[in-house]
């Protein structure tokens, strides 16, 4: 379909890539121009790794990379007149594929009887309707367009973004607002029920509640947030993918938190955040090495996370960094979610070390690929990434992808546009 005249591409930042495609998108799938437009940041956690779902410590940032969604009401009648399927018609370019998703009827978990959904994808958004229709809502039919900067597998929260922008969308359409916290409840409960990962709620939390202004410090037993203010413009986060695909739902990750969840019983404490280092190092009723090994990490990298919170206000970089290859060491050797091309960039980073502008480094994410973050002086961004992209490429025969990001904001629509009342096909 040909692309049309667009009155809301002239009110969007010009810089801002992805907006533009998703409204261009909309425009050659749907014709005319969507009525909303929804914004969510992915992620980079700073430190504080597999620690959400203990009720512990995290410290991550939106990211300046993000999925948006482009929509439209959709016509009630068929071009015969009959009543149209109330149905959300869903494309996606990063993707390369379509779904459609029955509004008329309550939407099924997965696994269960709605197992054999498809594409896969689409479940996260099916998981995000399902709790707007659980808490009342009812969802006209819409004509939606997604499209995506957050790198698909890469550790940095590709289903989270998803879902929030799914989230923020559908707050618009019905006219509600869930609250912050309620609506990163609402998508992580679809990540559990529809993509079978039982995270915590980091992710959505921090595509949420992202914040120019820094990183945010959750405390994830209590779900509150503060902000770490990062301002220095001589330090940079670096993020390279590693473009080595990682799937939380293959098991690896319930097996993780299953083992948590053992240590805790064993130690007699209802989450690691209660228990001390000192009783998991000695304690004969953890009967299981691994598990031991589960639990030394988490609780150790509560406190790495916290001491890192004390060095970034003092603006204390050199410790900051210590404490992410210290964390990543953790993540690699008890935790056991690193793999040998995230190992090799931070074994990479350490040998360039301080002298050539690299601080610190760890994996980030849930592991088994994904990305690392650093954190690298500003002047030395190019030439590091140069350096280390080139013994990447020799060791492992293809390219890391490499980018940097200052934090960001989170949620949010970025407008109602003029054709708010017209539906599409």
Same mark, same amino acid.
């Given at each position: ?329 953790? #993540?690699? $050797?008890?935790? %056991? !979610? ?10 990479? &980073? /350490?040998?360039? +070390? =301080? ?19 650093? #954190?690298? $002086?500003?002047? %030395? !961004? ?10 990447? &490429? /020799?060791?492992? +025969? =293809? ?27």
């Amino acid at each position: 379909m040909m692309a049309v005249a667009n009155p809301l591409e002239g009110a969007v930042s010009a810089h801002d890539a992805v907006v533009q495609s998703a409204i261009r998108g909309f425009a050659q799938r749907f014709g005319g121009a969507p009525a909303w437009l929804a914004l969510a940041p992915g992620r980079v956690n700073l430190i504080g790794e597999h620690t959400d779902y203990n009720s512990g410590f995290v410290l991550p940032m939106a990211i300046e990379r993000h999925t948006v969604m482009a929509a439209a009401p959709r016509s009630a009648r068929t071009m015969s007149g009959a009543p149209s399927p109330l149905t959300m018609v869903l494309h996606s370019d990063a993707q390369g594929s379509a779904a459609e998703i029955d509004l008329g009827h309550p939407i099924d978990s997965v696994p269960g009887s709605a197992a054999g959904y498809q594409p896969g994808w689409a479940n996260y958004v099916r998981g995000v309707i399902a709790g707007f229709q659980r808490r009342g809502f009812s969802i006209p039919a819409l004509s939606v367009f997604v499209t995506s900067s957050v790198p698909l597998g890469g550790g940095l929260s590709s289903s989270a973004a998803l879902e929030v922008a799914t989230a923020t969308l559908l707050e618009a359409v019905v006219g509600a607002s869930l609250g912050a916290t309620e609506k990163a409840r609402l998508c992580r409960q679809a990540e559990h029920e529809f993509a079978g990962v039982p995270c915590g709620l980091m992710d959505q939390l921090t595509s949420v509640l992202g914040d120019a202004r820094g990183p945010l410090l959750i405390d994830c037993e209590s779900e509150t947030t503060r902000i770490v203010p990062f301002a220095d413009p001589t330090v940079s986060v670096l993020i390279c993918n590693t473009n080595v695909k990682h799937a939380l739902g293959d098991g690896e990750y319930a097996r993780r938190r299953a083992e948590c969840a053992q240590a805790a019983d064993d130690l007699g404490v209802t989450s690691l955040r209660h228990a001390r280092l000192a009783d998991v190092e000695a304690s004969p009723a953890i009967r299981s090495e691994v598990v031991r090994r589960r639990a030394r990490h988490v609780v150790s990298e509560n406190e790495r996370t916290l001491a890192a919170v004390r060095h970034l206000h003092a603006g204390d970089f050199s410790a900051v960094g210590e404490l992410m290859y210290d964390s990543h060491a953790s #993540l690699r $050797r008890d935790y %056991e !979610v690193s793999c040998p091309e995230l190992d090799a960039l931070v074994d990479a &980073a /350490r040998a360039i +070390g =301080r002298a050539g502008g690299i601080y610190g480094a760890r994996m980030t994410g849930g592991g088994f690929g994904g990305s690392t973050v650093m #954190l690298v $002086r500003t002047s %030395e !961004v190019d030439g590091v990434i140069r350096t280390i992209g080139a013994g990447y &490429a /020799r060791q492992f +025969g =293809r390219a890391m992808s490499p980018f940097v990001s200052r934090p960001a904001n989170g949620s949010h629509l970025i407008s109602f546009g003029p054709a708010g009342n017209r539906a599409t096909p």
